[in-house]
């Protein structure tokens, strides 16, 4: 089965990040984008901080903490 491919436009140091991710940081970023993208598509959509609430729930049930995702922002765009 093939997996489809969506294009977004992301501003220059979001795209870097993303390129200099490794292959496991890319998977988890990918996860969390589809998790958020089909919560928001799945009938009445509930408010912005619900969805965060259970894309951020549903992520730590999956592994990404905190830390994790300090570990993305911090070397890639100098967020301390």
Do not use: C, H
Not at 13 to 24: G, K, S, V
Not at 33 to 57: A, F, H, K, M, Y
Not at 64 to 70: I, R, V
């Amino acid at each position: 089965m093939t997996i489809p491919t969506i294009t977004i436009p992301l501003d220059p140091q979001t795209a870097r990040a993303y390129d200099l991710a490794n292959p496991d940081q890319k998977r988890k970023i990918q996860a969390l984008l589809s998790l958020w993208l089909r919560e928001l598509t799945i009938g009445d959509n509930p408010p912005l901080e619900q969805i965060l609430e259970e894309v951020g729930q549903k992520a730590a049930e999956r592994g990404l903490t905190p830390e994790l995702l300090d570990s993305f922002r911090t070397p890639f765009l100098g967020v301390k």
